[in-house]
Nanobody
Framework: QVQLVESGGGLVQPGGSLRLSCAAS????????MGWYRQAPGKQRELVAS???????IYADSVKGRFTISVDNDKQSVYLQMNSLKPEDTAVYYC??????????WGQGTQVTVSS
């Protein structure tokens, strides 16, 4: 059974940085094809970054130039480096497949709050 465990969130001031981690377990997980989603209060979950074997990382316009997604195959983990954080980045962040037809069970997510 696939399990995704996100960590690394917290409270940070505007302009600050955080590095999120997602540890994946289960033999069916394709760690080199993963994405980071976020869901802000009252809003739909959105895909903000994704990485696949076949292409360069893809970012939502709202995070382009500030967020970087990376994968460690040996550790079965995917990361999201977030720099120059803004209050509008406040959300619960989740990792999962970037392909809606191949979603794994959702993890608990990790809360990111950007506030002064």
């Amino acid at each position: 059974q696939v399990q995704l465990v996100e960590s690394g969130g917290g409270l940070v001031q505007p302009g600050g940085s955080l590095r999120l981690s997602c540890a994946a377990s289960g033999t069916l997980v394709r760690i080199n094809t993963m994405g980071w989603y976020r869901q802000a209060p009252g809003k739909q979950r959105e895909l903000v970054a994704s990485i696949t074997q076949a292409s360069n990382p893809i970012y939502a316009d709202s995070v382009k130039g500030r967020f970087t997604i990376s994968v460690d195959n040996d550790k079965q983990s995917v990361y999201l480096q977030m720099n120059s954080l803004k209050p509008e980045d406040t959300a619960v962040y989740y990792c999962n497949s970037p392909r809606s037809a191949f979603l794994y069970p959702w993890g608990q997510g990790t809360q990111v709050t950007v506030s002064s």
